[in-house]
C-alpha cells in the first residue's frame, strides 16, 4: 500500500540547521516532493527530487533520498523565523496523478 | 507566474445546505485536484478531474461531487453539507503528465455548523 509518514514537531533555534524526516513505503515513486504551508495559507512546492538522485541541492535546501531505506529528508540550513511553518512530504506513486501526502511537519523557529 | 484560486477563504453553511467550493486555474493545466485537510491527517484527495468533463473519485469522495465543464474551473460539490465536512479544502492543478508538479490555491476554511 501507499504511505506517508513524518514526525509531527519540529522546534529549532534560529541559524540553526532544521532536518525534516519522512518515510515513504511505495518503492514505485517516480517522484518525491517537499511542500511548504504557512500559517492560513495553501500549499507552496518548496522542491521535489526525482528517485534516480540522492541529494538535491537548491540555496538553504537540501533534500537527501535514500531508496533502500525509503527514506527522505529536508535540510535547512540557517533557519530563519520565517521557515517557521508545516513541511510535508508526498510521493507520486507510478503511473498515477496522484499525490500522497504526509500528516505534515510542524518546524517552530525560536529566536 | 503559476496561478490557482478558490473562491472563498473562509465559509460558513448550515448542515443540510448544499455548498459550492470554486477553484480556477490560469496555466491551462490538464488535471485539476480537490483534497481536504484535517489536523494529523494530511491531505486526503477526494476527486481529481483529468480532462474537461472526466472525473475519478479519490480516497474520500463520499459526501462529494465534482464538476468540470470547463478546463480552467474545477467546482467541490456538497450536496447536503454535514458536520463532518468542517475542514480546510485546498483545490490543485498540475500540467497533465504523470508524475508532474501539483500547483495549490489558498485553501477554503468551511465550517458546517
Known amino acids: 500500500g501507499e504511505d506517508v509518514e513524518q514526525s509531527l514537531f519540529l522546534s529549532v533555534r534560529e541559524g540553526d540547521s532544521s532536518v525534516i524526516n519522512c518515510t515513504y513505503t511505495d518503492s514505485s515513486s517516480t517522484y518525491l516532493y517537499w511542500y511548504k504551508q504557512e500559517p492560513g495559507a495553501g500549499l507552496q512546492l518548496l522542491t521535489y527530487?526525482?528517485?534516480?538522485?540522492d541529494m538535491k541541492q537548491d540555496q538553504r535546501l537540501t533534500v537527501l533520498l535514500n531508496k533502500k531505506d525509503k527514506h527522505l529528508s529536508l535540510r535547512i540550513a540557517d533557519t530563519q523565523t520565517g521557515d517557521s511553518a508545516i513541511y510535508f512530504c508526498?510521493?507520486?506513486?507510478?503511473?498515477?496523478?496522484?499525490?500522497?501526502f504526509g500528516s505534515g511537519t510542524r518546524l517552530l523557529v525560536r529566536p | 507566474d503559476v496561478k490557482v484560486t478558490q473562491s472563498s477563504r473562509y465559509l460558513v453553511k448550515r448542515t443540510g445546505e448544499k455548498v459550492f467550493l470554486e477553484c480556477v486555474q490560469d496555466m491551462d493545466h490538464e488535471n485539476m485536484f480537490w483534497y481536504r485537510q484535517d489536523p494529523g491527517l494530511g491531505l486526503r484527495l477526494i476527486y481529481f478531474s483529468y480532462d474537461v468533463k472526466m472525473k475519478e473519485k479519490g480516497d474520500i469522495p463520499e459526501g462529494y461531487s465534482v464538476s468540470r465543464e470547463k478546463k480552467e474551473r474545477f467546482s467541490l460539490i456538497l450536496e447536503s453539507a454535514s458536520t463532518n465536512q468542517t475542514s480546510m479544502y485546498l483545490c490543485?492543478?498540475?500540467?497533465?503528465?504523470?508524475?508532474?508538479?501539483?500547483?495549490f490555491g489558498p485553501g477554503t476554511r468551511l465550517t458546517v455548523l
Open positions: 527530487i526525482f528517485s534516480n538522485m
Open positions: 490543485a492543478s498540475s500540467i497533465g503528465q504523470n508524475t508532474d508538479t501539483q500547483y
Open positions: 508526498a510521493e507520486t506513486p507510478n503511473s498515477s496523478y496522484k499525490l500522497i
